[in-house]
């Protein structure tokens, strides 16, 4: 029995030993230039974008209850990428980067999320422009179908449904289920199995409800949960709002080395904070990844155009790092909590705000976390689901994937938090470089659509997707997806 336990132990440190590896090369190297490249790129081709129509993310929004019958709504679909958005990350991530790389990884997780904007313009644009109707007359698409379509790729598109799968699907649903145990134990001393088994139990009445039971809960629990978890943040700033300029000064100061440059490591600290903040930044914000375009190509737009959903995805970057992140930093930085103190994860969080508010700052964490980690775990089915299809095209393939997903999620109630976060870790940086590569070949679809879309406006149009004018899209659209859109705007 011990010789056994033995090489299960062994084993086990070469798997540990082998993702670590890995992680360090795609993380350290690739996925960096890949990322940060790949964002400036697109945020140059769109002329800042992310500045210069600031305002009409939040306008387009005006509209955005209004569905059909062959998709969800705008509001629902950016709801439902920011329940995959606003989770762990934002919360634990957070306190991970503050702890791994100090606060100049929140300097680096504002920079990522920035570029990032426009990054996930571009591939919430493509998806919407590639999207197709599955059997039921719904709608359904990302980056899976605009490899297929757009580059005639299908084994990219394969590829890419298996990366999706496994880490958002699988292993992301054990890292939230893993956050959500966590912090349950801590603030109210909760075996994690039981917390498993009511996890399990509430995500699977809602994921057999289907794509539009999810996007509905989404709708509802996701603005909610967000200006809870702000207004207390904002109590938080408002009690310590003399020493906002020194925090801001300490994660600037803290990006480019100067504190560390006293003590001869300030090339090693910079590049710690470098990695934990993009690593963090992207796990919470997703652009780049090749999330969101799935919850983006469900939608039914308005204004009828793919810009628009492009827009919108773009506006869920911003609510994601550069506030909801933020708030989670401002309330570690400004409480006085060690971050190097042997308190890490989740519990960093809890301890600063109960060092703030009291005792009940500490149920409060685990409360958010659970809404917000359960609502990514929701998302992450939404968008597993639409891959699985994409594979093969089966209600028994999805019924298949739901009970794995669900032990992945009992599986992470009880696991230990750093090899399920390796994991995710690499699972998120592998299809993040094969959606990179594909939105990179297909910017100039993307550039060209929100000319169109920008024109229209300028000319005091309503925009809507007119095929005449990409006579160069038509063999590779799905027929009766925009042709029927562009007919019932005339009607």
Known sequence: MKENQDIWALLFSYFSAAVDWLNGLLWGSVLIYLLIGAGLYFTLRLKFIQVRHFGHMFSVLKNSRQGDSS?????????????????TGNLAGVAVALT?????????????????????????????????KDKHGNFRGGPAYYMQFGLKARWMGILFSLCLILAFGLVFCAVQSNSISEAVESAFSVPRWITGVATVLLTALVVFGGLRVIASVAEVVVPFMALGYLAVALIVVGMNISELPAIFKLIIGSAFGVQQAAGGLAGYGVAKAMMEGIQRGLFSNEAGMGSAPNAAATAAPTPPHPASQGYVQMLGVFVDTLVICTATASIILLSGVKITGGVEGVSLTQAALSSQV?????????????????????ANFYYAEINVDFLKDSDTAIRIYRVLGLCMVMFGAVAKLQIVWDMANLAMALMAIVNLIAILLLSNIAFKVARDYNCQRAAGKTPFFDLRKFPELKPKLAPGVWEQQKSSERT
Request: proline share 1%; with cysteine; net charge positive.
């Open 71 to 87: 998709g969800v709504s705008s509001f629902q679909a950016l709801c439902t990428s920011l329940a995959a958005r606003v989770g």
């Open 358 to 378: 009291g005792g009940w700052g500490n149920g409060f964490v685990a409360i958010a976390l659970f809404f917000f980690a359960f609502t990514s775990i929701m």
């Open 100 to 132: 791994a790389g100090g606060p100049g990884a929140i300097f680096w997780m504002w920079l990522i999320a920035f570029i990032g904007m426009s990054t996930s313009f571009v591939e919430s644009t493509l998806a919407q422009v590639f999207k197709v």
